[in-house]
Nanobody
């Protein structure tokens, strides 16, 4: 069974940076596309970034140019580097995985428990 564990969340000032990490265990990491979603209070969960098995990234328009996503297959870890953070980036960030063959899935199968990111003024 796939297990996803996020880390790296916390409190950061407006304009600051954070790096989130997510470790996949239970299956072969390289066989999974990986992604990050977020959910702010009172809002729907939204896609932030994803990276395919072949390391092709995709980003939500709201984070393009500020966030990067990368994967380290040797460490079974996906990273979300968040720069120039804004107040509106405050949310719980969820790691997700899916064994889709190409690209990113329409729906993601596995989810982590989430990590809180709070951006303060």
């Amino acid at each position: 069974q796939v297990r996803l564990v996020e880390s790296g969340g916390g409190l950061v000032q407006d304009g600051g940076s954070l790096r989130l990490s997510c470790v996949l265990s239970g299956r072969t990491f390289s066989s999974y596309a990986m992604g990050w979603f977020r959910q702010a209070p009172g809002k729907k969960r939204e896609f932030v970034a994803g990276i395919s098995r072949g390391s092709t990234p995709r980003f939500a328009d709201s984070v393009k140019g500020r966030f990067t996503i990368s994967r380290d297959n040797a460490k079974s870890t996906v990273y979300l580097q968040m720069n120039s953070l804004k107040l509106e980036d405050t949310a719980v960030y969820y790691c997700t995985a899916d064994a889709v063959q190409l690209g990113l899935p329409t729906t993601w199968k596995y989810w982590g428990q989430g990590t809180q990111v709070t951006v303060s003024s």
